[in-house]
């Protein structure tokens, strides 16, 4: 388990979110219930990087129905929730959080490239102390189209994500791919269905 130090971290490159929301019950012991509870106390739920990064907040868990679209890549029969996403429609999910608790394995489910990836050691503590400060998921921090989108008038709403639109994973070079704001959960039904789920 990380010391609040470790996770100040996050809020040093993060800061606080903006907007706030209540924080997601991930958990089902109490023990992990009051983990998760500090660690929240330190780094916040909601929105940040301008709306790029909604984290740990109360509605993700209704996300979950969207990885029946990613069969496909998913190993089957294993508990999984969304605790957070980025404006392109990456999926952060937490797998087995009744049995792991706080120490629950971390996926990252990326619909542009139809792919799901799991990392030795990622779970709530180090995802708050390494891996998103130091940016090491790959892919998940680039707000290069979604700045780009802003900077021309853009907005999405809080159910909505910067959609691509010829998916990358059907061989079309990034820049020759358009985007448009499109429904979070029909987004990744789309995605899925083209990926063969």
Not at 52 to 57: A, D, I, R
Not at 162 to 183: K, N, R, S
């Amino acid at each position: 388990m990380s010391t609040d130090s470790e996770i100040s971290v996050f809020t040093h490159h993060f800061g606080r979110p903006d907007p706030a929301v209540p924080p997601g019950d991930f958990f089902a012991d109490k023990f992990d219930k009051s983990l998760w509870r500090m660690m929240y106390d330190e780094v916040g739920a909601g929105w940040y990087r301008h709306g790029f990064l909604y984290l740990f907040g109360v509605e993700l868990p209704l996300l979950t129905p969207a990885l029946a679209a990613w069969t496909s890549i998913l190993e089957p029969e294993v508990e999984r929730v969304v605790i957070g996403r980025n404006a392109y429609g990456a999926l952060l999910v937490a797998e087995n959080t009744t049995e792991e608790g706080t120490d629950a394995p971390i996926g990252l489910l990326d619909p542009w490239l139809g792919t799901y990836t799991k990392h030795e050691g990622l779970d709530f503590a180090s995802l708050l102390s390494d891996w998103l400060p130091l940016d090491q998921l790959p892919g998940f921090l680039n707000q290069t189209v979604y700045d780009s989108f802003r900077q021309n008038g853009g907005q999405l709403t809080d159910t909505e994500v910067l959609a691509i639109q010829t998916a990358v994973f059907q061989g079309g070079p990034l820049a020759d791919a358009t985007f448009q704001p499109e429904d979070v959960l029909a987004f990744h039904q789309r995605l899925g269905a083209a990926r063969g789920a």
